[in-house]
């Protein structure tokens, strides 16, 4: 029978969700614990992959497992995996539902501040920058949903089959006191570093080292850069995955660090 996993993990230690040769993966993690469990070795599909450091406070995996399950795996699992990977939910399908390939939107959120803080140091990206232009930076986040081919914003573009992604939301928010920011996008696929790319640009913007015009040239142009601007992997969140037959509320109080006053810029 096939089984959705709801879930969720600190992503801070490892190198991204996928299995790597030599690499410590949430993946691998999960289908060590998994094969013990059921004496088998299990593989599980995830529903896309991370980066290093890259967290997820909604992520869904499925598995097909053959044995009936007449035991409190939801117990088990969540007492035997690491402490930064959580087990929300153990959802039975009916078909050969594909926690990638059906997916039809996933929304990431991109968290920094501005000031040196050593508690959000795994959870926030620290960029030491001051007076950022928000309006200038909020009039490029505008431009996003506009655009649908992201060439100029991805590592390798020619790997893909094609470089559209149908962004369907894309906002800025910050803090009262404008230190603590939250870039959020949405879309029904994503590329390779892309929003990262993207965050990276808008920071510029942020300290007038680019222009509006200059970003939406590439927007429009889809001409690649000599040069990419990747913000840094730690901040950013894997934050809602949306299937048909399937939209669960994620555990936001993971990455929104208790504060409840974002304002929209």
């Not at 960029?127 to 930076?137: F, H, I, P």
């Not at 996008?185 to 990276?200: A, E, H, Q, V």
Request: hydrophobic letters at 35%; one cysteine or more.
């Amino acid at each position: 029978m096939r089984y959705f996993f709801h879930i969720g993990y600190n992503g801070h230690t490892y190198n991204g969700w996928q299995r790597h040769p030599k690499a410590h993966s949430v993946q691998e993690a999960i289908e060590a614990k998994l094969s013990n469990i059921f004496k088998t070795p299990i593989a599980i599909n995830g529903c896309g992959r991370t980066d290093t450091s890259v967290h997820a406070s909604q992520y869904f995996f499925h598995v097909d497992i053959e044995q009936d399950i007449d035991f409190d795996l939801f117990f088990i699992l969540n007492r035997i995996l690491p402490h930064n990977i959580a087990v929300f939910d153990i959802i039975p399908m009916e078909g050969k539902q594909h926690a990638r390939f059906d997916a039809v939107q996933r929304k990431y959120d991109y968290y920094f501040h501005t000031y040196k803080n050593p508690f959000l140091g795994q959870l926030s990206s620290y960029y030491n920058v001051k007076n950022l232009n928000l309006q200038e930076m909020k009039k490029a986040v505008a431009l996003l949903p506009k655009y649908k081919d992201y060439r100029a914003f991805c590592t390798a573009p020619d790997k893909n089959e094609h470089t559209i992604c149908n962004v369907m939301d894309a906002k800025l928010y910050c803090s009262a006191n404008e230190q603590h920011f939250r870039f959020h996008i949405s879309s029904n696929r994503f590329l390779s570093k892309m929003i990262r790319i993207l965050t990276g640009n808008l920071l510029k913007i942020g300290k007038n080292e680019l222009s509006v015009d200059q970003f939406e040239h590439h927007l429009s142009s889809k001409e690649i850069p000599e040069k990419f601007d990747i913000a840094h992997p730690t901040g950013l969140y894997l934050s809602k995955v949306t299937y048909p037959y399937l939209n669960l509320e994620p555990r936001t109080e993971f990455n929104n660090f208790a504060k409840s006053d974002w304002i929209e810029i």
